[in-house]
């Protein structure tokens, strides 16, 4: 976020809206890196459009985050189709 002088409430939540925008409809981040060597996707197209992408190696937490998560979905799927 910028410093930034806001005139009013109104003009700061515009200036915010604005922000939020950019930072993720617009900005590319370098973290969200596709699998194929493309350069970086926004946050919307990742999250929004659900593109895959590849887990920078610096994020090994991120990796067994993301692997817990994968097997929790696996087991709840399993026990909805038993049910």
């Not at 370098?30 to 992408?53: C, F, H, K, M, S």
């Not at 610096?58 to 799927?77: M, P």
């Amino acid at each position: 976020m910028y410093f930034r002088i806001y005139e009013h409430p109104n003009h700061a939540r515009g200036c915010l809206e604005e922000f939020r925008q950019r930072y993720n409809q617009v900005r590319p981040h370098w973290a969200l890196r596709p699998a194929e060597n493309e350069d970086p996707w926004t946050p919307a197209e990742v999250y929004e459009q659900g593109r895959t992408i590849i887990i920078p190696q610096w994020q090994g937490w991120a990796k067994a985050a993301q692997k817990k998560l994968e097997e929790q979905l696996d087991r709840t799927n399993g026990e909805r189709l038993a049910a």
